[in-house]
Structures are given as structure tokens and as C-alpha cells.
């Protein structure tokens, strides 16, 4: 038998794959975030199926519920928000998995920054603008970032930045972030994106705080920052260029 984590997406429940959408239709045993994965996707679990919100539950007892499944020869779906590739924690189930003995794979699912830039309608890598984009958090309560992987440090290339987790530090984000963006840098906050409830926030980095503080925004929510956000003066892409040598 096997574990599947499938990437759940940011949050609108259409905005799954198919093999996502199939491998929750199999699962006799479903394991999901109820704080953050939709609970419409959970009709898709076949009749009779073990749904288990792991939201209050520590890793140990996650595992355990996979192991168990493993055992009594059930399929499980292991849902999580977002693209399981980033700030998922599926590493270190996977670790134990294969300490137990237990095999998996795992579905790609929507990225909550896709989602944003989407309902931003900006691409992050524009022309002779920014060609780089930086995922990353920053740490309070959660794991300490390693050594060199601090805002003033990766801030230094001022490629376009996406943060997670973070929106709760704006204030600090904005402060650590100036130096080398500078003030009048763009920023956008995107909350909920893809849900009915989506909030987004457009400003820059002296005034992005103080909207978030406003508009009550407290988790669930991604920064992004950089001059891709309202660049409209930029060299079209040598992608489709008439120029282009297609032979």
C-alpha cells in the first residue's frame, strides 16, 4: 500500500490536478490540515473513508496514523495546502516513512505564491526586470532559518522575493528589506488566495505594514515584493520573437 501526500492547492478547492483529485477518490485513509486544506475536497474521499484532521496533531501521531494504515493494508492520502515542495514539513514524515518501511510518492499541487501572482495578474519573472524570485520566511516561532539565508542576505540581489509565513513581521520584513530594495520597492500582500474570502494589498515597502495592521491580516497570507509588480516598461521576450531562429 502506498502514502500519497498531494499538493491541495492555496486553498480554492478546483485548483487541484487530476491525479490529486484521483488519488483522494482511492484513499481509504485521508490526512489533511483542516485549518488550511478545503473541506470541499474532502467529498471526493470514497464513502466509509478515515478522514483525519491533523491540524492539533504532533508528527509522531501523524506518522503513526500512516503506519497503521500501511499495516492494515489501506491506501492514505496525505493532503497538503499549497505544493508539498515548499514549507510542508513532508520531509521529515518521509524520513520516518522510510524508516518504517512504508512507500510513497507525491503530487504536485498549486503553490500559494502561483496563486497570488495570478490574482495579482503579474508574472514574476518579467524582461530585463527581474528574472530570479526568491521563496522564503522568516523565523519567529517557527525553525530558525539557516546561516546566510537572512533578508539582508538574500536581499542583496533585489530579485523579486515572495515570503511566507511572515506577514506577522511586516513591519520587520519591510525594515530588513529596505536597504537593499529601497523604500518606494513594490510590494503586494495576497491572504487567502483563490478563496472566496481573498484579500489583496498593494503598496510598497513604506507604507505595506500599515495597511496590513488596517486591514486585520494575520496569517494565511504571502509578500511579495520587487519592481516585477508594476513594471510596464520592459523588452518583450525573445521567447516568441519574430527574430528567433526556430529551426
Known amino acids: 500500500m502506498t502514502v500519497r501526500f498531494v499538493g491541495a492547492g492555496p486553498g480554492a478547492a478546483d485548483l487541484i490536478t487530476v491525479r490529486g483529485q484521483r488519488a483522494i477518490a482511492s484513499a481509504p485513509v485521508c490526512l489533511y490540515a ?9 467529498e471526493s474521499c470514497p464513502p466509509g473513508a478515515r478522514l483525519v ?3 492539533r496533531m504532533a508528527l509522531e501521531e501523524i506518522v503513526a496514523e500512516m503506519v497503521s494504515a500501511h499495516g492494515a493494508g489501506h491506501d492514505v492520502a496525505r493532503l497538503h495546502s499549497g505544493d508539498p515542495s515548499v514549507f510542508s514539513a513532508m520531509a521529515e514524515q518521509m524520513r520516518r516513512l522510510d524508516a518504517e518501511g512504508v512507500p510513497y510518492e507525491v503530487i504536485p499541487g498549486v503553490p500559494a505564491f502561483a496563486a497570488a501572482a495570478a490574482s495579482l495578474r503579474r ?8 528574472q530570479t524570485v526568491v521563496l522564503t520566511r522568516t523565523s519567529v516561532r517557527a525553525t530558525p532559518m539557516p546561516e546566510g539565508e537572512d533578508l539582508g542576505t538574500l536581499g542583496r540581489s533585489r530579485a523579486t522575493m515572495v515570503l511566507h509565513l511572515a506577514v506577522q513581521r511586516v513591519e520587520a520584513v519591510a525594515a530588513e528589506l529596505v536597504p537593499n530594495y529601497g523604500a518606494d520597492c513594490p510590494v503586494a500582500v495576497v491572504a487567502r488566495a483563490s478563496r472566496d474570502d481573498e484579500v489583496i494589498l498593494r503598496g510598497t515597502l513604506a507604507d505595506i505594514a500599515g495597511q496590513v495592521r488596517e486591514a486585520g491580516i494575520l496569517r ?8 516585477v509588480l508594476t513594471a510596464s516598461e520592459f523588452p518583450d521576450s525573445h521567447l516568441y520573437s519574430a527574430a528567433r531562429c526556430r529551426d
Not at 483542516?34 to 474532502?42: C, D
Open 34 to 42: 483542516g485549518s488550511l486544506v478545503p473541506a470541499e475536497l474532502l
Open 53 to 55: 484532521d491533523t491540524a
Open 220 to 227: 494565511t497570507a504571502v509578500i511579495v515584493v520587487g519592481r
Open 123 to 130: 508574472e514574476l519573472t518579467v524582461p530585463g526586470v527581474g
